[in-house]
């Protein structure tokens, strides 16, 4: 006997799990879908050209060294003016979150505002 799963039998991944920050818990879960809900949420509408640049340093920087970058390295490796990235997006949480990263700590979390 040999089961096939149909489109309509298929098991549906797991929702992404977020902590009481918003923070998502664990950041394989991040999608470019999910990004663009996040933005939504954020009060973005449309990610553009310099979002995802922003996002993508943001999301490697974190896979390679665990940590936030600085904003000043954000907007050297962008390109962007630090107003350009304030006005892409409200804050560095913002980011982080659209992201997709976990919880930076609360001393990291203080300087995200």
């Known amino acids: 006997m ?24 664990e950041p394989a879960a991040w999608t470019i879908d999910l990004a ?24 490697d920087y974190h896979a390679r060294f665990g940590a936030a970058p600085l904003i000043r390295r954000v907007c050297r490796r962008s390109g962007l003016a630090r107003s350009d990235v304030k006005r892409l997006f409200a804050s560095c949480r913002s980011a982080w979150r659209i992201a997709g990263l976990p919880h930076p700590g609360e001393e990291a979390k203080t300087y995200m505002n």
């Open 36 to 59: 663009r809900d996040l933005a939504l949420g954020e009060g973005i509408a449309r990610l553009d050209y310099e979002h995802w640049r922003v996002l993508h340093f943001i999301r």
């Open 2 to 25: 040999s089961l096939s799963l149909s489109a309509e039998t298929s098991p549906v991944p797991p929702a992404p799990m977020f902590d009481e920050d918003g923070f998502l818990l």
